[in-house]
């Protein structure tokens, strides 16, 4: 198991954030009819693109933090995360299979 590259994770951190902030502008001009996973405007591609990052940050920043304990770069990782699931939303977060 390599250690991952906290820099990496940050970079992926900030494409989810771009992702999930497009997908809320989408969702924005164009309500969906029940659920924003549902919707059109909210591709089925763009939530399975922010579902895959996640896990890999997720599982990234527990390797981060198994190999260099709680770190300052490992805190500041989470922080990312808990910002990305707050800004989807606990519902969405849990309906897309990420965890929180």
Known sequence: MT???AARLASLST???TLVLE???LIF???PS???LK???ASSSSVAQIARNMTVLHDGI???ETVQGASKESRT???QYKSVINVLGEQEAAEAGVQS
Do not use: V
Request: net charge positive.
């Open 23 to 25: 997908r809320q502008r």
């Open 15 to 17: 494409k989810t954030l």
């Open 29 to 31: 001009i164009s309500p």
């Open 39 to 41: 919707s059109s405007a």
């Open 77 to 79: 990782l989470r922080d």
């Open 34 to 36: 029940s659920s924003p």
């Open 3 to 5: 250690t991952p590259n």
């Open 62 to 64: 527990i390797q981060l």
